[in-house]
């Protein structure tokens, strides 16, 4: 079968997650990059996309100028990615959802709540798919501890801790020329939340993911810690799951030491799951009143979702890249679907999900302006 047509917003010289997303739309041969937008200025996306190889029509000046006229093309995109800073993603992705062209997006899902509102209605209106790529929930052993959940082996879930810290934005390097904090830290182009939003987003997404557990209500502390800093570089989240389960989600960008620190634990009255990223490949499994057991990415005791997200054999590291191309395998399997007009069950990041990310950011910083008053999303 011959690859799907696919575009990219963002991505330009000097960009980082552009990258990482054409890396995962090749990994399984499914995807191939045909035509970009990929930067804020004409020329500078025309370089970028020369830069990448491609053909010099179909490198452009801006996303709505793209839309147009892939949308006219016989070969035009099947699908774009878009990984602008967040305040792109909402007119990026209705230029293409508009024009049946589906959409592979970025976190957060925008920059407002009320954008939020108005892509969700702009994917329902489209014929077009959409996938937020919340990256982890590709990954082996966190579809292990999804089912394990699933199926009863902690029991009832009581307690679940998340937290996910960095330590880049200890100091103010939006002021020495990061671009990558500059616009993170600018509440126009990232939205009301900092850290909350850009990390804390990843920390929450992965916690329901796993869990299921909806959640009733929040109270947050957003602090910035950084002197002149517009947003908040650290956060405390208290969680109120429906059904009494409790929680805490800790993100901070200000812990040195910390680089990528995502981790998950969740407690039941059977049993407990311990996942990090920084340590993909295994998953704790503690049944109470039993030794712990150490369970393996595509080894012994894998789930079926565990075996169908790993490539390759246990004990040969795999992370952040194919849990990434997870996402674009099984976006793929949605695009080939759709084109008879199916859709098969997947578990694929959905606009919803996004709607929901924003929602606890606003929620985030309503409550931290209440002096951490509980609220609902
Ligand atoms: N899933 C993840 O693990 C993950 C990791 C990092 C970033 N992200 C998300 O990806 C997005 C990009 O983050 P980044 O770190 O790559 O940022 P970046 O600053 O490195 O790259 C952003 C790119 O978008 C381009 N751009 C800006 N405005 C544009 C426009 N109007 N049209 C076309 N291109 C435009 C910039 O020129 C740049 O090339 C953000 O939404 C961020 O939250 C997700």
Known sequence: MKPIRLGMIGGGNDAFIGGVHRIASRIDGRFQLVAGALSSTAEKSKASGAALGLAE????GDFTEMAKREARLKDGVEAVAIVTPNHVHYPAAREFLKRGIHVICDKPLTSTLADAKKLVAA???SDALFVLTHNYTGYPMVRQAREMVRQGDIGNVRVVQVEYPQDWLTDPVEADGS???EWRTDPERSGAGGCVGDIGTHAY???RFVTGLQLESL????TTFVEGRRLDDNVHVMLRFDGGAKGMLWSSQVAPGNENGLRLRVYGDKGGLEWAQEDPNYLWFTPFGEPKRLLTRNGAGATAGNQGASRIPPGH???YLEGFANIYNEAADLIVAARDGKMPDHLLPTVQDGLEGVAFIDACVRSSKRDAAWVKL
């Open 219 to 222: 109270a947050a502390d957003l």
């Open 205 to 207: 997404n992965l916690a």
């Open 179 to 181: 671009k990558q904090a």
């Open 57 to 60: 029509d179909r490198c452009y």
């Open 317 to 319: 590291p795999e992370g």
């Open 123 to 125: 994917a329902e209106k």
